[in-house]
């Protein structure tokens, strides 16, 4: 196995002088990753040849030049395979098309795009924005097109954005075409598409000073592109009857009687037959509520939502792996399953989650207990069940900070109580735990353990029940070194990826070197597996990885 890695330079610097960019700041950053891609299939007559294995190279570029009130960035992306390609019988075949026919490239094997671009304007009471932006409104149940890098999304809105305030007032207005990101930086790059854009339009009023609260209303209109429409220009998108229309309202207090407080509420209408499923409009609602209050040591949070008919506005999205609206899950998202996330999307569930924390021992010690009940009566979709269920799910768990040492464990067990008794039910049990502590001066070992087991009801697929475990050793060399050791082991049959210590049994050994903190050069051998990764209510399936991986990241 052999790595190429051309290093990125960053730097962040004013320019002087009597110019126009006199006394401007530009910053530069960039983001590099060189992955030597292991293919565990083999081509015909070259059984013991790793012929399809490859090289993909990735390159984030971000510039952003302040000057005074203007604020202009924009950011390049690139990816180019090597050892893509082969010789049979004297015929040149390329193992997998990079991009599809309708992107543009002056190369086979590699693309440059213009991913984000925008110009901003600021005032002493506003700003506007022309470009790639983003907008959320309340909890993100009306509208959250969000950068989530963590599970690698960042569709932005390509358009204008005016945020305002006077006063206690703040109007926020934002209208343009979604813009998908198109070059992951750590998904698989493979038949990348121009990618077809929506007509997001939205506006939020804030009334802050309310007393102890502060008081908003939004509202969202979309039409959303279809296969059909890929050929046609976006901009016809505003000229189309819209799909869905969102209106909502929320209430935050602080410190009330003791209490803080927040509710949401929407509604969602739904006018074309193809986001309705019918032929008459559809209507949906969700409404959304927590508090927090603190009685003695005790920490005590509540939140409790019911919906209807909200999920399906991200029908013509989910398949690109990002959301438009996304509501609090009530779920403990480290152990989403293909079975839970049903949940997480169903049409027609409500529920309830109580959260107790205790301080204790002067606050190193905090233990606490959550219970999430749901009904979920939705059996379409995702599901696996023909009757609705009950869903309980208790989690326990501590945190310890005695000195320098850290210890924090979880565990639950979470129950799909089917309606119908002859479905059975699912079942899920899951621990993970963290525990870092100093050895010989500044030297830090941390072990980080993860295992769930599930069982499935009876289900007319006869899916194979299975066991997960992700455990990683980490040795903290100095503040500047991390050497770190990971384990995976899964029998789960849905999960696409297969173990390079054996069918189920992964292993990866990475180098960290921090020159410092805001910089990280990171080399990775080994394996991985795949599984659905959750972020801030969104969860995606992210493939599993062989191979090898040399990265440098930066941050000004």
């Known amino acids: 196995m052999i790595l190429v890695y051309y290093p990125s330079v960053s730097a962040a610097f004013e320019l002087w002088g009597t110019g126009a960019f006199s006394n401007s700041t530009f910053l530069v950053t960039s983001e590099s990753h060189v992955r030597y891609r292991h293919v565990p299939d083999k081509l015909e007559h070259f059984e013991d040849r790793d012929i399809l294995d490859y090289v993909e190279q990735v390159q984030r570029f971000n510039a952003v030049l302040t000057k005074d009130q203007f604020t202009l960035g924009a950011q390049f992306d690139e990816v180019a395979l ?9 015929e040149l075949i390329h193992e997998r098309d990079l991009y599809d026919d309708d992107v543009f490239s002056p190369f086979p094997d590699a693309l440059m795009v213009l991913e984000k671009a925008f110009v901003q304007r600021r005032w002493s009471n506003g700003e506007v924005t022309v470009g790639d932006t983003y907008a959320s409104f309340g909890r993100g149940i009306g509208l959250n097109i969000v950068k989530n890098t963590a599970i690698d999304i960042d569709t932005s809105i390509r358009g204008a954005k005016v945020d305002l305030t006077t006063g206690d007032l703040e109007l926020l207005l934002v209208s343009g075409l979604t813009n998908q990101q198109q070059i992951n930086r750590l998904n698989v790059n493979v038949d990348i598409q121009e990618g077809i854009s929506h007509m997001v339009s939205g506006a939020q009023l804030m009334h802050y000073g309310v007393g102890p609260a502060q008081v908003g209303i939004h509202s969202t209109i979309a039409r959303f592109g279809r296969q059909v429409d890929a050929d046609d220009p976006g901009l016809l998108r505003y000229t189309e009857e819209l799909d869905a229309i969102v209106g909502g309202m929320d209430i935050e207090m602080f410190s009330m009687l003791g209490m803080d407080l927040y509710v949401e509420g929407d509604l969602f209408h739904y006018q074309t037959p193809e986001m309705a499923g019918q032929d008459e409009p559809l209507r949906g609602h969700i409404l959304y509520g927590s508090t927090s209050f603190y009685p003695g040591p005790l920490t005590v949070l509540i939140e409790a939502k019911t919906s209807e008919n909200t999920e399906r506005i991200n029908a013509f999205v989910s398949a690109d792996g990002w959301e438009f609206s996304t509501a609090p899950t009530l779920e403990y998202e480290r152990v989403i399953t293909e079975d839970s996330s049903a949940a997480v999307n169903s049409e027609d569930v409500f529920g309830v989650r109580g959260r107790v924390d205790l301080s204790a021992l002067g606050g190193d010690l905090i233990p606490y207990v959550s219970v999430m009940g749901l009904r979920d009566q939705d059996t379409g979709g995702l599901h696996f069940n023909a009757s609705p269920e009950t869903v309980m799910h208790p989690v326990f768990g501590a945190q310890w900070l005695p000195g320098k040492q ?9 129950q799909d109580i089917r309606d119908e008794s002859s479905e ?24 980080a353990v993860s295992a769930k087991r599930f069982q499935w009801g009876n289900n007319p697929q006869g899916q194979q029940d299975f066991i997960e475990m992700e ?16 384990q995976d082991w899964s029998n789960n049959p849905l999960i696409p990826s297969t173990g ?13 070197y921090k020159p410092k903190p805001s910089t990280q050069l990171a080399a990775l051998v080994g394996a991985y597996k795949a599984g659905i990764r959750c972020s801030g209510g969104q969860c995606r399936t992210l493939p599993g990885f062989e191979g090898g991986q040399i990265s440098y990241t930066t941050q000004f």
């Open 406 to 414: 850290v210890l924090v464990i979880n565990a639950g067990y979470r």
């Open 82 to 90: 090597f050892g893509n390609r082969y010789i049979l019988d004297g």
């Open 471 to 486: 455990n990683a050793l980490v040795w903290k060399h100095g503040t500047k070194m991390d050497f770190v050791f990971y």
């Open 424 to 447: 059975g039910s699912d079942r899920l049990t899951h621990v993970d735990a963290e525990f870092s502590t100093p050895v010989f001066g500044e030297e830090l070992i941390e072990i």
């Open 500 to 512: 390079n210590l054996g069918d189920e049994l992964y292993g990866a050994f990475e180098i960290k």
